[in-house]
């Protein structure tokens, strides 16, 4: 066999390996927060050793922010392939966005942000792409023309809306609102968008 074909099985256990570290860690962060979140528990649930986490993420910073990055894109993918539906469907996804384990890592992510100088750069910079991420997937689902006068703050205040849903969900399960919320923002949304 040649070099070059070992290289496939390889690249291939290389990548599942770096996707189950950070599978691992975001439900590390999600369950037991930054404090409770480390390089070797991560290694442990993902079933791989410390030092193969290492090998892909040197620092535990570099493991938990690809981490959430890795699953927002895994989210941004779920949200591009939805089909344009009605507003209800939209505005329920992009809630699910952020009533999930990938917000409470994310949340987790900022706390620790907040007091660490050396993690706060990198969390700044990450939630600002997936801010502008999410904010053009909506736009683009609602159907949405952002030349029109208030349009951009309708749809941003539609996400800022799913992030306080998030916040309140943190502490407890309010399903039951969360649909009559969703409802309601559907209903304004078709006002405001037209």
Known sequence: MTRSADRGP???????????????AVSSLAEHGW?????????????????A?????????????????YVAEERFTALRALPVQDRTAVVAAL??????????AALQLWVAASNEDQLRP?????????GRETHRIA???????E??????ETVQGLLDMACGLGL?????????????????WARLLDHALG
């Open 10 to 24: 390889k690249q291939d256990r290389s990548r599942a390996t770096r996707q189950r570290l950070l599978a691992a």
């Open 35 to 51: 404090a409770g979140s480390t390089v070797a528990a991560v290694a442990e649930r993902a079933g791989v050793s410390r030092g």
């Open 53 to 69: 986490a290492q090998h892909h993420f040197p620092t535990r910073e570099d493991l938990f922010t690809a981490a959430v990055e």
């Open 95 to 104: 809630v699910d966005l952020y009533t999930g384990p990938l917000f409470r």
């Open 122 to 130: 990198r969390v700044t910079e990450l939630e600002a792409r997936v």
């Open 139 to 145: 736009v683009e689902l609602l159907g949405a023309d």
């Open 147 to 152: 030349s029109r006068p208030g349009v951009r």
């Open 168 to 184: 309140a969900n943190v502490l407890t399960d309010d399903t039951a609102r969360h649909r009559r919320v969703v409802a309601q």
